[in-house]
């Protein structure tokens, strides 16, 4: 027999428990023994609930119970997800978590304990809620070296970018229907700046490239820059601007990693996630591009990934799983001014035909875009690739013939 | 250290041997332990490969050399393969295989065998190529009950239907420059009638519904019939024709599976599914539908799929893993008359008026479809959802005001 604790019984917390409960017969199957949640820990009371007998107040009940094997951290947050999460894994007990920021600002040091006490520190719900993509980069491709990994990774902004593609609206439009329904929050700033998404991208890259990549050391844009004007341009382009992370391996050891809108070719399967959806792009030297597709996010998604942690950390009860890397300090990410990208450019022209051959001149040749009620003196292309010094040079040079009103990186997914 | 025997030098078995060469310092990490590949078994004789030490042609030597504990079968068919993997099996030897038509036959009583032996039997490779998709299934979503699955499982048809729908080319042409590119065979029936996508769906039900569905009791249809005009007239209903296997719970401990041409609006993730990638959709009930894509066969993709099973095998060598199904009768599978589905009707009418008086009378409200070059008395157009019984009777009823040319079922992934 197994037993569990929950950490936190908010959204995620509660829908753990749900979910656990109402496949608790297949998912003992799976575990191959009895499993049960001994103890769920919450500030508040939760007199009616029929699990009113679990709720502990104390974490160091759960941590002195020798009782407890596996626990789910669920909180959120590195105030007190931090220093729960390392006492348990130092007491010889396993952790699953969906706490991105945690595994985003800790999660080198966090592995480090759990390889040197033998047990499991998982995180499949940190990213891409229920979307299976940690277990799968880990257990399945790894007979692959990982060039690169991208991925639409915040519901929220893709939520909003979907509104103003499709439907011609505005940000601040956009993102208030995202509050009415509940996807952003009252303060939207960790996903439209993202933060979020840059969280996500750290624990990918990570994972992938077998070193921890601290956020800080990401260059992360949000959407908030992003206009109607720019969504109009992209149609005569055939693309869509999504708000990416994305890291790849490149020479010398380092890797370049970030966060920003991109405009992304209709033809990637990036291009067609809507919504509130997510999706991964994994790209490996023996498999080529695949792509991991689902809700990233809700309660019962999140918790399904959390429970099927919960069950591997179980089966694996004795022994030290190979999920680790090691730590890193910021030389491993290449400064970002060398990243290379295409640009899209959208320019206010003092008279178009001078500004077009200042445009030939400074970025060679372009590819000129078209929109409707395309204002005479407003300019769009997209350039080659070059890197991001190049580009802001590039761009400070237009200003004598021309005011650059946007500037978004152009990948190829 | 642990010692790996590869049976069959192919494609794909050649690829196996270039990607654990290659990745071997990476491989023996996540294994834990040094890997090497001691024997490979093929008729023929190889005396310029740098491997050519490791060439034996008696099964016989691998079974009885206790250093072997992983068997990689990669021959493919029946006839070696089946009595191969038997034996490696009862010697207690753990086999990961991309054999495909193995698993859809023979999958129930190769698990128990290996169950009953402490040993792991995983086929990673046999559905999908370099998806990770098997492994997903079984140890990601594991807190979901499984309501759906559905794929694009064959490359070969959809590179076929790609060209069609693009480029407006007829299906014995496209099936010609598929064949010129190498993606089909010199006899193309398994894949343009279905029985590869047929054998695939088999082993995702089996393990989505935990009992082994055999391919004899599969409705399988291919894409032989599917005309241009088809193609065309989805245009105007905003979708697109692929060949889809796909298999549902239903009640009574039942299941509905099929494999045939189906009508998918272009807003499903399937329905951007391109050229010779695969898809697979999988809806849980609590993450919802999650989708993963790339490339569904190919040398190094798939070889790379059966390389992460000889780690996972060699990591859990000392534990049967949970991945099994039950064997099963007939009476899982529902009989194909009572599947459900809307359809996609093309005609021609003896008189417009009339036809689609009858239409109305026989078939209720549908939704009608145009395209260019519609001929006066064609008439196509899309029912709600009935029984595959009820679709055919309803056909039969249309007999005297029009002839049927085309029926096409559409589903909602």
Same mark, same amino acid.
């Given at each position: 027999? +197994? /037993?569990?604790?929950?950490?936190?019984?908010?959204?995620?917390?509660?829908?753990?428990?749900?979910?656990?409960?109402?496949?608790?017969?297949?998912?003992?199957?799976? =575990? *191959?023994?009895?499993?049960?949640?001994?103890?769920? @820990?919450?500030?508040?009371?939760?007199?009616? #609930?029929?699990?009113?007998?679990?709720?502990?107040?104390?974490?160091?009940?759960?941590?002195?119970?020798?009782?407890?094997?596996?626990? =789910?951290?669920?909180?959120?947050?590195?105030?007190?997800?931090?220093?729960?999460?390392? #006492?348990?894994?130092?007491?010889? /007990?396993?952790?699953?978590?969906?706490?991105?920021?945690?595994?985003?600002?800790?999660?080198?040091?966090?592995?480090?304990? +759990?390889?040197?006490?033998?047990?499991?520190?998982?995180?499949?719900?940190?990213?891409?809620? *229920?979307?299976?993509?940690?277990?799968?980069?880990?257990?399945? @491709?790894? =007979?692959?070296?990982?060039?690169?990994?991208? *991925?639409? @990774?915040?519901?929220?902004?893709?939520?909003? !970018?979907?509104?103003?593609?499709?439907? *011609?609206?505005?940000?601040?439009? +956009?993102?208030?229907?995202?509050?009415?329904?509940?996807?952003?929050?009252?303060?939207?700033?960790?996903?439209?700046?993202?933060?979020?998404?840059?969280?996500?991208?750290?624990?990918?890259?990570?994972?992938?490239?077998?070193?921890?990549?601290?956020?800080?050391?990401?260059?992360?844009? $949000?959407?908030? /820059?992003?206009? @109607?004007?720019?969504?109009?341009?992209?149609?005569?382009?055939?693309?869509?601007?999504?708000?990416?992370?994305?890291?790849?391996?490149?020479?010398?050891?380092?890797?370049?990693?970030?966060?920003?809108?991109?405009?992304?070719?209709?033809? #990637?399967?990036?291009?067609?996630?809507?919504?509130?959806?997510?999706?991964?792009?994994?790209? $490996?030297?023996?498999?080529?591009?695949?792509?991991?597709?689902?809700?990233?996010?809700?309660?019962?998604?999140?918790? #399904?990934?959390?429970?099927?942690?919960?069950?591997?950390?179980? /089966?694996?009860?004795?022994? &030290?799983?190979?999920?680790?890397?090691?730590?890193?300090?910021?030389?491993?990410?290449?400064?970002?001014?060398?990243?290379?990208?295409?640009?899209?450019?959208? !320019?206010?022209?003092?008279?178009?035909?001078?500004?077009?051959?200042?445009?030939?001149?400074?970025?060679?040749?372009?590819?000129?875009?078209?929109?409707?009620?395309?204002?005479?003196?407003?300019?769009?292309?997209?350039?080659?690739?070059?890197?991001?010094?190049?580009?802001?040079?590039?761009?400070?040079?237009?200003?004598? &013939?021309?005011?650059?009103?946007?500037?978004?990186?152009?990948?190829?997914?």
């Amino acid at each position: 027999m +197994a /037993k569990i604790a929950v950490l936190g019984y908010g959204v995620v917390g509660s829908g753990t428990v749900e979910v656990f409960y109402k496949n608790k017969e297949n998912l003992e199957k799976k =575990a *191959g023994e009895p499993l049960d949640i001994k103890y769920i @820990l919450d500030v508040r009371d939760f007199p009616d #609930s029929p699990y009113a007998d679990k709720f502990v107040k104390d974490f160091n009940i759960i941590l002195n119970d020798p009782e407890v094997g596996v626990i =789910a951290e669920v909180i959120g947050g590195l105030k007190y997800s931090y220093g729960y999460v390392k #006492s348990a894994l130092e007491a010889g /007990k396993s952790v699953v978590t969906s706490n991105k920021e945690l595994v985003a600002a800790k999660g080198a040091e966090l592995l480090a304990i +759990a390889k040197e006490k033998n047990v499991n520190f998982f995180f499949e719900a940190s990213v891409g809620g *229920g979307i299976p993509i940690i277990k799968p980069i880990h257990a399945c @491709l790894e =007979a692959n070296e990982i060039d690169e990994i991208a *991925g639409i @990774l915040n519901g929220t902004t893709n939520f909003i !970018l979907t509104k103003m593609i499709r439907e *011609g609206m505005d940000f601040a439009d +956009a993102l208030k229907i995202a509050q009415e329904l509940g996807y952003a929050e009252h303060d939207p700033t960790a996903d439209v700046e993202g933060i979020d998404a840059c969280r996500k991208i750290c624990i990918l890259a990570s994972l992938a490239f077998g070193r921890h990549v601290y956020p800080d050391n990401v260059h992360t844009e $949000g959407i908030t /820059k992003v206009t @109607l004007r720019d969504v109009e341009y992209m149609e005569s382009f055939g693309a869509k601007i999504k708000l990416i992370g994305c890291a790849r391996r490149e020479d010398n050891d380092e890797i370049s990693i970030g966060v920003f809108p991109a405009v992304i070719k209709d033809e #990637s399967q990036l291009a067609g996630v809507n919504d509130v959806f997510n999706a991964i792009l994994v790209r $490996g030297d023996a498999t080529g591009d695949v792509v991991f597709y689902g809700k990233g996010a809700g309660k019962l998604p999140t918790a #399904s990934a959390v429970v099927s942690d919960i069950v591997s950390a179980v /089966k694996h009860s004795d022994t &030290s799983r190979s999920l680790t890397w090691s730590d890193s300090d910021q030389s491993f990410v290449r400064p970002f001014e060398r990243f290379m990208c295409g640009n899209y450019i959208r !320019l206010t022209a003092k008279n178009a035909d001078a500004a077009k051959a200042s445009v030939k001149e400074v970025f060679g040749n372009v590819e000129y875009l078209s929109s409707k009620n395309q204002p005479e003196n407003e300019l769009a292309f997209v350039t080659g690739v070059m890197s991001e010094k190049e580009a802001v040079d590039a761009c400070g040079k237009m200003a004598e &013939s021309a005011e650059v009103t946007a500037r978004i990186r152009v990948l190829d997914y």
